[in-house]
């Protein structure tokens, strides 16, 4: 049975950092991609970031792209999302995602989820 487990959002003011986490359990991850997702209210889940476990291969979101960094701890078995120069617009609840194969953007190729970590973004 595979686990995701966030951690990490909070409030912050805009042009902050935050770290966000993502504890990976009952798998060997070897083969999997991961990725991050968003959603802020009334709108739909978004694609923020994806990686590749075994090659560390990423993609971005143009929205994120050059403030943003995605990376993986194979020793830890975790997912990591480093979020800089952040926006009033970032604000949403992240979710850490996982799917058997390669990186893929649409929320619906991934089989796995965590519950989701609150950011806040103040202006």
């Known amino acids: 049975q595979v686990q995701l487990v966030e951690s990490g959002g909070g409030l912050v003011q805009a042009g902050g950092s935050l770290r966000l986490s993502c504890a990976a359990s009952?798998?060997?991850?070897?083969?999997?991609?991961m990725g991050w997702f968003r959603q802020a209210p009334g709108k739909e889940r978004e694609f923020v970031a994806t990686i590749s476990w075994m090659y560390g291969n990423t993609y971005y979101a143009d929205s994120v792209k050059g403030r943003f960094t995605i990376s993986r701890d194979v020793t830890k078995n975790t997912v990591y999302l480093q979020m800089n120069s952040l926006k009033p617009e970032d604000t949403a609840v992240y979710y850490c995602a996982a799917r058997r194969g390669d990186t893929r953007t649409m929320r619906l190729d991934y089989d796995y989820w965590g519950q989701g970590t609150q950011v806040t973004v103040s202006s």
């Open positions: 009952g798998r060997t991850f070897s083969s999997y991609a």
